[in-house]
């Protein structure tokens, strides 16, 4: 098992570009989340999916969109990148709401 | 989610216990109490999580107060690889959309 796996590992933007974030588990996990954390924070949750065909809004959602047409992948699109979206992300998933999360590595994102 | 307490930052000797506090007084009665922590460039990790009794597993222990407004996640013999920053966090395993809310958790130094 790979767990999740996220990439790239790193990016640089440059403000106004769009890319995607991805995000892959191989554990038939239900829920999956994205989230982003900033220097010195705690994680803040952006989007999340309680199943394919189903997301719904974090904390953070302005500037961000999200689809779930499997229940492997998860990713996250920036539309417009924007400087105040420098951060790292973070993806997770879950099966039973009983037990824990498992994270992925993280992408790490400046937009310039 | 109920909001949670953590000193922001704490000291161990390497091969010594460690006690890590968290106060969530306004806990509700179907708020988990879930441990997680996440090391220097890593996503977090899944530590131990608990309701009412306490919990024991292959990474630490948990102990949580009679009324459950407090509890105590304890590293039994801390290394150095167990410097990280630790977050508490409530999660109501009732709801399955339920997300977590990190708070800025607690900083921990293991010192050699």
């Known amino acids: 098992n790979a767990g999740v796996t996220q990439t790239p590992k790193f990016q640089v933007l440059k403000t106004g570009q769009s890319m995607t974030l991805q995000c892959a588990q191989d554990m038939n996990h239900e829920y999956m989340s994205w989230y982003r954390q900033d220097p010195g924070m705690g994680l803040r949750l952006i989007h999340y999916s309680v199943g394919a065909g189903i997301t719904d809004q974090g904390e953070v959602p302005n500037g961000y969109n999200v689809s779930r047409s499997t229940t492997e992948d998860f990713p996250l699109r920036l539309l417009s990148a924007a400087p105040s979206q420098t951060s790292v992300y973070f993806c997770a998933s879950r099966t039973d709401s009983r037990l824990g999360y498992t994270f992925g590595s993280g992408t790490r994102l400046t937009v310039v | ?112």
């Open chain 2, 1 to 112: 989610d109920a909001k949670t307490t953590q000193p922001n930052s704490m000291e161990s000797n390497e091969e010594e216990p460690v006690h890590l506090p968290c106060n969530h007084s306004t806990i509700s009665g179907t708020d988990y109490i879930h441990w997680y922590r996440q090391l220097p460039s890593q996503g977090p990790e899944y530590v131990i999580h608990g309701l009412t009794s306490n919990v024991n597993n292959r990474m630490a222990s948990l102990a949580i107060a009679e009324d459950r407004k407090s509890s105590t996640l304890i590293l039994h013999r801390a290394t150095l690889r167990d410097a990280a920053v630790y977050y508490c966090i409530l999660r109501d395993h009732s709801g399955s959309a339920r997300q977590l809310t990190f708070g800025s958790g607690t900083q921990l130094t293991v010192l050699p």
